[in-house]
Each structure stands twice: as structure tokens, then as C-alpha cells.
């Protein structure tokens, strides 16, 4: 069964920067795509990023889009969430999911993943 572990989260000041990690173990990640959720305290899950199995075509929520970038090394079975400019709203607790995927493509709906790592938080504070 695939175990998701997320690290790097920590608190950082407004136009910081942090990357975080999401390992997996269980299985190799060639045939998954992955999504990186995040929940603030009182808010629904929301979609941050996402990347097909094949590591192409990745998805911004318009949020992130030229701030974060996801990136996959299929070598480690870790995908990365490299997070720039951060600002106070990004503060939330930030989770990596799965799926078992063929697709060229990845969903950004929590509802479309089947494994969930237990998240690592984020503080953005001056």
C-alpha cells in the first residue's frame, strides 16, 4: 500500500521561500499522480498543484500559478512542492495525495485521490 510522508513545512515571513517534500514508500510513484492540498484553519480543502504520472502537463490553482512549481524525481519517489514569494494566505496545513493513473493528465479534486499523507504545516508570519 502507498504511505505518503510529507516534510519541509515551517514557518517563514512573507516573500520566503520553503520546499516541501511528499516520499512515498509502498510503491513507485511511475504510475501515480500526485496533488498537493492545503487547509487553513475554518477552510475547505483547497487544490494547490498537481502532476500526471508521466511528470508532464502540471496544474496551478490560479493562486499559486507562478509561485509554486511541482516537480517529480521518479528516482527518490518524492515530489516536491518548491514554494517562492510566499504570502500570509498560503499559511495552512499542506497535504500530498495520490492516485493510480495512466493519464497524461491530473485532476486537482481532492475527491480523485486515493492516498493521503498526514500533512506538514506552513506559517507564513512577519
Known amino acids: 500500500q502507498l504511505q505518503l510522508v510529507e516534510s519541509g513545512g515551517g514557518l517563514v515571513q512573507p516573500g520566503g521561500s520553503l520546499r516541501l517534500s511528499c516520499a512515498a514508500s509502498?510503491?513507485?510513484?511511475?504510475?501515480?499522480?500526485i496533488g498537493w492540498f492545503r487547509q487553513a484553519p475554518g477552510k475547505e480543502h483547497e487544490g494547490v498543484s498537481c502532476?500526471?504520472?508521466?511528470?508532464?502537463?502540471?496544474y496551478y490553482a490560479d493562486s499559486v500559478k507562478d509561485r509554486f512549481t511541482i516537480s517529480i524525481d521518479n528516482a527518490k519517489d518524492t515530489v516536491y512542492l518548491q514554494m517562492n514569494r510566499l504570502k500570509l494566505e498560503d499559511t495552512a496545513a499542506y497535504y500530498c495525495a495520490a492516485t493510480s493513473s495512466f493519464s497524461d493528465a491530473c485532476v486537482l479534486g481532492p475527491n480523485w485521490y486515493d492516498d493521503w499523507g498526514q500533512g506538514t504545516q506552513v506559517t507564513v508570519s512577519s
Open positions: 502532476i500526471s504520472s508521466s511528470g508532464g502537463s502540471p
Open positions: 509502498g510503491a513507485a510513484l511511475d504510475y501515480y499522480a
